[in-house]
Nanobody
Framework: QVQLVESGGGLVQPGGSLRLSCVAS????????MSWYRQAPGKERALVAT????????NYADSVKGRFTISRDNAKNTVYLQMNSLKPEDTAVYYC????????WGQGTQVTVSS
């Protein structure tokens, strides 16, 4: 069955960096776009970034442009989110997602940006 497993979250100081990973299984990974979403306490889940199946194109939420980079390694069935210059407002649970016959989500990984 389809599985998405995120990792790499943690506590980081403002201005720091983290790299999130999402390992996928149960479908033809290279044929599908992948997205990262985040949900902060008391807020709705919001799109952060999306990358095409081949990795040739990506787009970002305005709030993370120039700081975050989404990438993928189709040989490893893994999508990444490199997060630099982190701010307290980036604190959230981060989820990876793909759309097959329906939306599939990972379990999420907590990112906390605090001094």
């Amino acid at each position: 069955q389809v599985q998405l497993v995120e990792s790499g979250g943690g506590l980081v100081q403002p201005g720091g960096s983290l790299r999130l990973s999402c390992v996928a299984s149960g479908f033809t990974f290279s044929s599908h776009a992948m997205s990262w979403y985040r949900q902060a306490p008391g807020k709705e889940r919001a799109l952060v970034a999306t990358i095409t199946g081949a990795g040739s194109s990506a787009n970002y939420a305005d709030s993370v442009k120039g700081r975050f980079t989404i990438s993928r390694d189709n040989a490893k069935n893994t999508v990444y989110l490199q997060m630099n210059s982190l701010k307290p407002e980036d604190t959230a649970v981060y989820y990876c997602k793909t759309l097959l016959s329906r939306h599939y989500w990972g379990q999420g990984t907590q990112v906390t940006v605090s001094s």
